[in-house]
């Protein structure tokens, strides 16, 4: 169980708690987890979301109606009159998520991607009540180590940029070291839109993306069909100073929009999301429900698929110093049969700085096996490789050859769930 707070590395590069030990964030997306359930329920679902391997929960604080109690957060809107009976209620589910071992995200006014949510209200309380409410958050939730804040919400800040600065700044006048993040649109990371040396406030990014063929994204870079892959995005996020730790907070949920996932599963889908996300630079990621609302049927997410396999994921990086690892940018390791950079079929790869460990993922493309060809000129010692199913998390020797320092290796195919999609290590 972690000892938390969380902090920053000493290098930037990922989060780790009170004891120094490294955090690997996976997180579950319950946004309306503290609105729409009992503290009982909470504790169910967060029990079940833990056995699924995940270690974060991401949520909001704020609904424009009333909570599961009949209560409202505020007196008219007005953010300097918190109605403490509501604020309670999340302090208790934040308190018992701590008891459970899991970190919790908090947004404390979600801005919304397409106006409605608390858009409006936060104009209107203007930079001053913000500030307020930011300190009253901080004093309020100063008791919760467990706890990181989010700023924004499926938006970028544009003309709410001082009143959430406002805010922040009020939260760390109480919790001057507690972890921070903004929470753009798609396409964004929090970095593109608030900068670093202009907000002090936020000490970690998320980045925010789909996929290219993704439908009915609200905001675009350019036009139709253009959002990054997750591995473009990071791979970006990577190489920008000051160096801040950042996951992929937000991306394709499952069981939402399945209709863009085609021809891939929707657990397809999200495990190629958590895969590319942590070889291509980040600390972790954020999977994503259709039960986001927790409103009904919300036991039933025992069930899904791609959840049952975040535990995976978790467990095969954890066998080993993941937080090390250093993606490969420049395409310098797989000389052959990587796929297509910006393209579903690309194969993402790191390694740790010893080269002790070289780890590649093979993406989803159909049930046919891949050919690769991997530079191992910086490898010293005895090659090994492993191929590891991210369907049923068992590991198979994988046959190779090499000439000229150069290794050949050919992928098992199906792995069992009519996909082609497998992790190989080096080393």
């Known amino acids: 169980m972690p000892a938390f707070p969380l902090h920053p590395s000493e290098n930037g590069r990922y989060l780790v708690d009170s004891s ?58 007005d953010f300097t009159k918190p109605n403490l009976a509501y604020f309670e209620h999340i302090r208790n589910g934040i308190q ?69 600065r406002q805010i922040a700044l009020g939260i760390k006048e109480s919790m001057p070291d507690v972890l921070q993040t903004y ?44 959002l990054p892959e997750v591995y473009e995005m990071n791979h970006i996020e990577y190489r920008k100073y000051p160096v801040k730790p950042f996951v992929l907070g937000e991306s394709q949920y499952e069981g939402e929009d399945t209709a863009s996932c085609k021809p891939f599963t929707p657990a397809e889908i999200v495990r190629r999301q958590a895969y590319w996300s942590v070889l291509s630079g980040s600390c972790g990621h954020a999977y994503g429900s259709w039960c986001w609302m927790v409103i009904q049927n919300w036991r039933k997410v025992e069930n899904d698929r791609g959840a049952s396999q975040m535990g995976l994921v978790r467990s095969f990086f954890e066998a080993f110093p993941w937080y090390n690892l250093v993606p490969d940018i420049d395409r310098k390791l797989i000389t052959d049969g990587h796929g297509t950079y910006g393209k579903t079929d690309f194969a993402t790869a790191a390694f740790l700085p010893d080269f002790s460990k070289l780890v590649i993922y093979l993406p989803p493309s159909g049930k046919e096996k891949r050919s690769l060809k991997v ?38 195919g199906d792995n069992g769930e009519g996909s082609n999609d497998w992790l190989l290590l080096i080393g």
């Open 20 to 77: 120094n030990k490294p955090f690997f964030y996976q997180a579950e997306t319950p946004w309306l987890i503290f609105v729409n359930l009992k503290e009982k329920d909470m504790g169910e679902l967060m029990d079940i979301r833990i056995k699924q391997g995940f270690t974060v929960i991401q949520t909001m604080a704020l609904t424009t109606g009333v909570n599961v109690n009949g209560d409202k957060p505020f007196e008219n809107n």
């Open 96 to 164: 018992l998520a701590e008891k459970k071992g899991l970190l919790v995200g908090l947004s404390m006014a979600w801005k919304g991607c397409c106006g409605g949510d608390w858009t409006d209200i936060i104009l209107q309380n203007g930079s001053k009540n913000c500030r307020e409410y930011g300190r009253f958050l901080g004093k309020y939730f100063a008791g919760c180590k467990n706890l990181f804040w989010i700023q924004g919400g499926d938006n970028d800040p544009g003309s709410h940029t001082d009143n959430y």
């Open 183 to 226: 929470h753009a649109s798609s396409g964004h990371s929090s970095s593109d839109v608030v900068n670093y040396l202009d907000h002090s406030w936020m000490n970690f990014t998320w980045t925010y993306t789909y996929f290219r063929n993704k439908h009915n994204v609200w905001i675009y870079i350019d036009g139709f069909n253009e």
């Open 375 to 412: 530079n191992i000129s910086g490898f010293k010692g005895k090659i090994e490789a492993q191929w590891y199913n991210p369907v049923s998390g068992i590991y198979t020797v994988a046959d190779f050859e090499i000439e000229k320092e150069i290794l050949e290796v050919t992928s098992p």
